[in-house]
């Protein structure tokens, strides 16, 4: 993948852009997770209920301690399950309560580009599926073109890699509710063992 222009793509997110890109497993859509004006185009191009909670990204551990309550727990699962999604409570009022009101679910992607993307930026990226809400997952950039058909003059960079592998969606842990709201890769079990038999 071309630096230059995972660089472009992050400036745009700097700057209150929108941009898709490809992720652990679908192509995404994204933006500055810090700024609601953006947030609110994220909503209106999947067309998507606002009461539906936003997922984030971050690019380390050291990114998801500056926005939500980190324990012993998350650290476990974000060590042992490179990919997985973790609901902790907010700190401060960074994260606008667009994307959720009290909470907020992390995900450190295995994804190169998506990673590189929230380090280049230097914040926390918005990341949910690139297409209307209701349709099947895009696994390439025409995919996403042909959901997001009446919205494409709101995106404003494409990072395109191809097709896709079809993998499974990331498992959401809360930790806040201390539930598994998505199976997905990581089963229930595997989280239990970890964690000693409960959430």
């Excluded at 667009?98 to 990673?115: G, H, L, M, Q, T």
């Excluded at 995919?143 to 499974?168: A, H, M, Q, R, T």
Aim: glycine share 8%; with cysteine; proline share 6%.
């Amino acid at each position: 993948m071309d630096i230059g222009e995972i660089k472009k793509a992050a400036m745009i997110i700097v700057n209150g852009g929108i941009v898709v890109y490809p992720t652990d497993t679908c192509y995404g859509i994204g933006c500055d997770a810090t700024n609601p004006a953006a947030i609110e185009k994220i909503f209106l191009i999947k067309e998507r209920n606002k009461d539906k909670p936003l997922p984030l990204i971050a690019s380390s551990i050291e990114m998801v301690r500056d926005y939500v309550y980190l324990d012993k727990r998350a650290l476990k699962l974000f060590n042992a399950f490179p990919g997985i999604s973790v609901a902790l409570k907010k700190k401060g009022k960074a994260i606008p309560d667009i994307v959720n009101n009290d909470k907020v679910a992390f995900r450190i992607p295995s994804n190169e580009v998506s990673r590189k993307l929230c380090e280049l930026s230097g914040r926390p990226i918005i990341s949910t599926s690139a297409n209307k809400s209701g349709d099947l997952s895009p696994y390439s950039i025409k995919e996403v073109k042909s959901s997001l058909k009446n919205y494409l003059d709101y995106i404003d960079f494409f990072i395109d890699c191809g097709v896709l592998d079809k993998n499974p969606p990331s498992t959401i842990v809360d930790l806040v509710t201390g539930k598994v709201s998505r199976v997905g890769k990581v089963t229930e079990k595997q989280i239990l063992d970890l964690l000693g038999g409960k959430l």
